[in-house]
Every structure is written in structure tokens, then in C-alpha cells.
């Protein structure tokens, strides 16, 4: 069976969950032999991407039918159906005489993945996007069949000067704004197209993505100490580097929010340096506690900044979208360089994306997301509060799509594989410090922008079962 075939109808106001209402489709369509013996059934990707719910969903749904026997995976093949035979007896006669109540209780023991990264995908704004899209290919054909502008389409760059003037108290026009696929191509773009020293600051821990494109082009990386808000402006003082790359606004991974103060402290430095700031403002649309605090571009009168910006967090990573706002002083190099390359986002993805915002879709998504993703923020906070009490410290609670939890007394790599055998995958931090081994062995990083409510509750609940119990 083909993946477009493989279309059930989920009802997301339903009480049953929907890796519940994907799974027993499914198993349906295996009984009634609509899926036949070794049909090949599409990736978690694919499907997710097909249905449009999140990759949790159908990861959930899979490893029930396949703990049930309904399926198999088979190693760099896929997964496949099984003949009904070999199913163990007790199973069938099982499902087909249990309660639905029943059912729902072992469609809970699908795997809940805490990853970071992951978003949530059934409430995108799908029929818009679709509008978007038609509209492009049908009314603005001569703007997506050729390479594109260099710099990047100058409406959606025009829209993205807007936006992050209203959102982030960033002024800046369209010219100085360059559209690139995805923050790791930015910063190489910056790394060959600007003359950037050979020593880069980082905040360590810091984000590793980053990290490992300075690497990549022969940066020599120096590690900043954080404090309790935010890198150490003394240590980068004494660094030897004039060019630094921070996340203020959500240190990444301990989830530290530089206060102004610090901000201040840091815009004086690169003014007396002569040095600049990469700041990589990846998730500050999700704030939950405080006020907003402006962009370190905003509060920048030296222009010393050079801002990163994503769409990856707040509207789809597979749009592959990113920004660099650059310096006035440092376009003209930049865009000279560019004439050497051509323009890396597809010019359909940014001419839809360019009428999503121009007609307020983009707003009215980031809005709902802040709502849903606080909602489950506060839902994990507070299953971590009831399950696992004093035992764990929260660290980085104030805002983003992920938190740490330090399991006090407690080895990482113990607690991962206790986790698993409950059905829950939880990760280290540790690859984000330049030497893993520096990282507190008590450290576990949960993601749950891409989790439900009920699947956080779940989650945590065996998390306590696997480690205390």
C-alpha cells in the first residue's frame, strides 16, 4: 500500500488520543486485509508528514502494532505487515474482545520521546499554507521557476523588517536582511563571506550546531564561562577574540535570559573592541514568564550586532528558512560576496512564505504556538513538580521548547536506559559543552514542543517509575 493510500480519518477533538485512533486504522486495515502480508508501510517521517500530526503520534501507533506483532521492522529496509498467523493467539482474541477503555490503556505504552526540536504539527495552519503556495505557483509563477533574488525575496524581507521591528524592537530595512536555508548556513556564509578573526567566543556551554560550523571552517573556538546571567564579560574580556556568538534571549542549552543590564555590559564590549556580537535569537517568540526583554539588535546603537533569526522554531523546520540581519557597515561586503552563489531557499517556499505573512497567517500561528507551547510548558513543569518532587532540580524554566532536569546523585546514562525500558526517551546535554565530559553527569534534556498534554503526563509519570521506584 502506497503512503497517500494510508489516509485515516483522526479526529483531533476526539477523547481518544491520535496515536490511539492512527493505531487501531491501522490494525484494522491489517485484519480486514487491506494491508497485505510484507506491504511496506511509509516512514515516521513520511506519514507524519502526509497526516500532518507529529512524529510522536505515529512513533506511538507504530511500536504498539509492532509490540503487538502486527508489524516488523527490519533493519535499513523498513516496516513491514505481518501474516495474521503469526500473531500470537492470545493477542487477537484479545484486542477484538477488550473494552475500548482497555485498548486506549495499551496505546499508552507506545514510546514518549522527549527530543529537542520537534514541533507541533496538527494545528498548522494547512489550508492557508496550501493558499499560499497555489497562489505562488498560480499568480506569481515568474518569481519561483528561476534562482531568485541573491539576497532573498524582497517582499518577505520587507515583511521580516516589519516583524521583527514590532516583535523585537529590531529596526533595520530590507537591505540588510539576507535569507539563508537554516541557521548552520548562515553562519558559514558569514565565516566565508566577512572577514571574521580566526577566534570565536562562545558561551559554554553552547550550542553545538554552531560550534561544529567555526570548526568546520578553521575557527579556533574560545569557551566563555556562564554566571548566573549569562556569559562571563570579564572572561571575554580577557579572551583575545573580538567576535563572540551568544543566545541572550534563551541561552542554549541552560536556558539563561541575559538581562539588559548584562546586555549592556556585552554591546559596550564589542563597541570598545571594535569587535562584533553574533546573536542567534532562535526561539525568543516563546517567552512564559516576565516581561520581554528586546533583542540584543534592538538595545545595539554601535551597530555591533549581527542577528541570526529562524523560522524553524516558530513556523516549520522543513521550510529550511532563516535570516541574518547584518550590520549597515558589513552589507555591502556581504552582498558583494554573494554574487558568487545563488540563493539557497526555494523561491517558492519564500514567495509563499512572503504572502503567509503579508496577509497576518504568520502572527496569528506564532500567537496560537506561544498559547499551545506555554500550555505544555506548564503541563511538564507541573507533572515534574508532582512525580518527581525534590528529587530533581529545573533548570532553564522561563521560556523556549525545552527544560533540564538535574537528576540529583544520579548518572545520565543510567537514567537514559532506565527510561527506555518504560517507553521514554530522554537525552544528555553533554555534546553541548566543548568537552562533554565537563558536563554534570546528572544533566537530562526534555523537549516537549512536539508532545501532547496527556503524553507529558505519561512521560513524566514513568520517568518516576523508572528512576525512584
Not at 348 to 364: H, K, S, V
Amino acid at each position: 500500500m502506497d503512503m497517500i493510500s494510508l489516509t485515516p480519518k483522526l479526529e483531533k477533538e476526539s477523547e481518544s488520543p491520535l496515536y490511539d485512533q492512527l493505531y487501531r486504522y491501522i490494525r484494522k486495515q491489517i485484519e480486514d486485509g487491506a494491508l497485505a502480508v510484507n506491504d511496506r508501510l511509509p516512514s515516521i517521517r513520511q506519514l507524519s508528514a502526509h497526516l500532518l500530526v507529529s512524529k510522536n503520534t505515529i512513533e506511538a501507533a507504530y511500536q504498539q502494532l509492532l509490540s503487538e506483532g502486527y508489524l516488523q521492522s527490519r533493519p535499513r529496509s523498513g516496516i513491514f505487515v505481518l501474516p495474521l498467523e503469526q500473531l500470537p493467539v492470545a493477542s487477537v482474541r484479545q484486542m477484538k474482545e477488550q473494552p475500548s477503555q482497555e485498548i486506549s490503556e495499551q496505546g499508552r505504552a507506545g514510546t514518549i520521546d522527549f527530543e529537542y526540536g520537534d514541533v507541533e504539527l496538527e494545528l498548522f495552519p494547512v489550508k492557508v499554507w496550501k493558499k499560499c503556495l497555489a497562489e505562488a505557483m498560480d499568480d506569481r509563477l515568474h518569481e519561483v521557476v528561476g534562482y531568485g533574488d541573491r539576497q532573498g525575496h524582497l517582499g518577505l524581507r520587507e515583511e521580516i523588517a516589519r516583524y521583527l521591528f514590532q516583535s523585537r524592537g529590531v529596526s533595520c530595512s530590507a537591505d540588510q536582511i539576507f535569507l539563508s536555508a537554516g541557521t548552520a548556513q548562515a553562519i558559514s556564509l558569514l565565516c566565508q563571506l566577512l572577514p571574521l578573526t580566526e577566534r570565536i567566543a562562545m558561551e559554554e556551554p553552547g550550542y553545538n550546531g554552531a560550534r561544529a560550523v567555526f570548526v568546520n571552517h578553521l575557527r579556533e573556538i574560545v569557551p566563555i564561562p556562564l554566571e548566573e546571567d549569562g556569559l562571563s564579560i570579564e572572561a571575554l574580556r580577557g579572551s583575545g577574540a573580538n567576535v563572540v556568538y551568544v543566545t541572550p534571549s534563551h541561552q542554549f542549552p541552560i536556558g539563561i535570559v541575559m538581562p539588559v543590564q548584562k546586555r549592556g555590559k556585552l554591546l559596550q564590549w564589542a563597541y570598545e573592541q571594535g569587535g562584533f556580537i553574533l546573536e542567534d535569537d532562535y526561539d525568543s517568540e516563546f517567552r512564559y514568564q516576565g516581561q520581554p526583554i528586546p533583542a540584543l539588535k534592538a538595545l545595539d546603537r554601535s551597530d555591533r550586532v549581527i542577528y541570526l533569526g529562524t523560522f524553524s522554531k516558530s513556523f516549520l523546520p522543513g521550510a529550511r528558512l532563516s535570516y541574518v540581519v547584518l550590520p549597515e557597515s558589513l552589507a555591502d561586503t556581504y552582498r558583494e560576496g554573494l554574487q558568487n552563489y545563488s540563493q539557497s531557499v526555494s523561491t517558492l517556499i519564500q514567495t509563499a512564505m512572503y504572502l503567509f505573512m503579508r496577509d497576518g497567517g504568520f502572527e496569528r500561528h506564532v500567537r496560537k504556538m506561544r498559547k499551545l507551547y506555554q500550555t505544555r510548558h506548564r503541563t511538564l513543569l507541573r507533572a515534574i513538580h508532582d512525580q518527581l518532587e525534590s528529587r530533581v532540580g529545573v533548570i532553564g524554566q522561563k521560556s523556549g521548547m525545552h527544560l533540564l532536569l538535574n537528576v540529583i546523585g544520579r548518572d545520565c546514562e543510567e537514567l537514559i536506559q532506565l527510561a527506555a525500558q518504560r517507553g521514554v526517551q530522554v537525552y544528555s546535554p553533554m555534546k553541548h559543552w566543548t568537552n562533554p565530559a565537563d558536563c554534570p553527569r546528572s544533566y537530562i534534556m526534555l523537549g516537549f514542543a512536539g508532545l501532547q498534554e496527556e503524553q507529558i503526563r505519561e512521560g513524566v509519570s514513568r520517568l518516576r517509575q523508572a528512576w525512584f521506584e
